[in-house]
């Protein structure tokens, strides 16, 4: 096929109007993109500044609650309502401090109570070791405690408080009703009072006549007896050795006669002091080795 030189020049011209076309094209199509990038980064801009916006000056959180007030009252109205609050385990945890932390009534949407926090600040109230707050759909709250086991009073100085089975200090108010309990006394007494307590329970003749328990040099122990009468408790072997007063006692009667101390401290014998002054040794009726 052969082309003449008019033919050649056209195609020449159409080949150059192509790339000026396709120039220009490109061109457009930049501006384009460089408009479309500039209008996403100005809109960016402007809801960040409106989210920044409504942060700051609270609007958000208004927001958040008011949808959240309409949700619950949604809830009430669907019949999601307190009804009942039930609270188990309960000894000598301050009822009021309890209705304090509910603060909820009857009739209250139950969608509004936080079981998570209510739980978290019972379980600070002083006689409180665990607690456990649960929502019951649709209209029960349900409370239940682990009360701490108070085991006896710790005088420090003037003052009384009440310590539990894990030798925690529980508080030092309202213990009138715990008046008939062991009072100990020692700087590490706390710590040391429930192996005494479950020590003398073991022997009941020794503990219900026992009214103060006293630490000496973080060591050992001394009781006096309701009837005044002081036993010195040997630094090993307690047990053993309130095991044998135990039996004295069921066998003569010593705590009931006329005398001011009884020491144990010795594994061989026992040294009691009269009222008068003299001092008679008891040979130990048991050893070690004897069965109690």
């Avoid at 008011?66 to 009804?83: C, N, P, R, Y």
């Avoid at 349900?142 to 925690?168: C, F, M, Q, V, Y």
Wanted: proline residues 3%; contains cysteine; charged residues 30%.
């Amino acid at each position: 096929m052969f082309w003449s030189k008019k033919d050649k020049v056209r195609t020449k011209g159409t080949r150059k109007s192509a790339i000026v076309k396709r120039r220009s094209k490109s061109k457009g199509r930049f501006k384009y993109y460089v408009r479309r990038a500039g209008i996403s980064i100005c809109a960016t801009i402007f809801f960040i500044w409106i989210g920044a916006w409504i942060w700051l000056s609270g609007t958000a959180g208004n927001i958040i609650e008011s949808a959240k007030e309409k949700t619950i009252q949604m809830t009430l109205d669907a019949g999601f309502a307190v009804d009942d609050i039930l609270v188990e385990g309960r000894v000598n945890t301050d009822i009021d401090a309890i209705n304090a932390i509910i603060n909820t009534k009857k009739g209250d949407p139950i969608f509004a109570f936080d079981p998570y926090s209510a739980q978290k600040m019972i379980e600070k109230l002083n006689w409180v070791d665990s607690a456990k707050v649960q929502r019951y759909l649709p209209n029960i709250i349900s409370i239940k405690l682990h009360e701490k086991t108070p085991i006896a009073l710790w005088k420090n100085g003037n003052t009384l408080k009440i310590i539990d089975g894990k030798g925690k200090l529980i508080t030092d108010t309202n213990i009138g009703k715990f008046k008939d309990f062991i009072i100990v006394t020692g700087k590490d007494a706390p710590e040391h009072t429930a192996e005494l307590i479950k020590t003398l329970k073991a022997e009941p003749e020794i503990f219900t006549i026992t009214e103060y328990a006293g630490r000496i040099g973080e060591r050992r122990w001394n009781l006096i007896t309701k009837n005044n009468i002081k036993v010195k408790l040997p630094e090993k072997d307690m047990g053993l050795a309130i095991a044998k007063l135990a039996k004295i006692q069921r066998q003569e009667k010593l705590l009931e006669k006329d005398i001011t101390m009884i020491d144990l401290r010795s594994s061989d014998r026992i040294i009691v002091r009269t009222s008068p002054g003299a001092v008679e040794e008891y040979k130990a009726s048991m050893t070690k080795g004897d069965q109690i």
